[in-house]
């Protein structure tokens, strides 16, 4: 079993800055592509970044600019530095994780997991 264990969010003004975190644990053989996904009520989910694990990335056009991505392979985490935060950044924030794993007879199995989500709030 896979578990995506996020940290880091809270309330800041508008033009502040935060630093999510999403640690993934269990029985890893790899993991793929690692990213950050927001909800507000009533809306769908929608991608904010992603970064593959050669560190590739790949951004929201409203986050552009103001959102890093970044990932520590050893350490099996994800971070999505958040700068110039906005109003409109206010949200639920959830990680994601393309994780390979091995069964009792070493295949290979991909799952995509999901972490508990942690609530942005951006207002002064």
Not at 10 to 17: E, I, K, N, R, T
Not at 97 to 119: E, K, L, N, P
């Amino acid at each position: 079993q896979v578990q995506l264990v996020e940290s880091g969010g809270g309330l800041v003004q508008p033009g502040g800055s935060l630093k999510l975190s999403c640690a993934a644990s269990g029985t890893i053989f790899s993991i793929n592509a690692m990213g950050w996904f927001r909800q507000t009520p009533g809306k769908q989910r929608e991608l904010v970044a992603t970064i593959t694990s050669g560190g590739a990335t790949n951004y929201a056009d409203s986050v552009k600019g103001r959102f890093t991505i970044s990932r520590d392979n050893a350490k099996n985490t994800v971070f999505l530095q958040m700068n110039s935060l906005k109003p409109e950044d206010t949200a639920v924030y959830y990680c994601n994780a393309d994780v390979s794993t091995r069964d009792g007879w070493f295949r290979t199995i991909r799952t995509t997991y999901w972490g508990q989500g942690t609530q942005v709030t951006v207002s002064s």
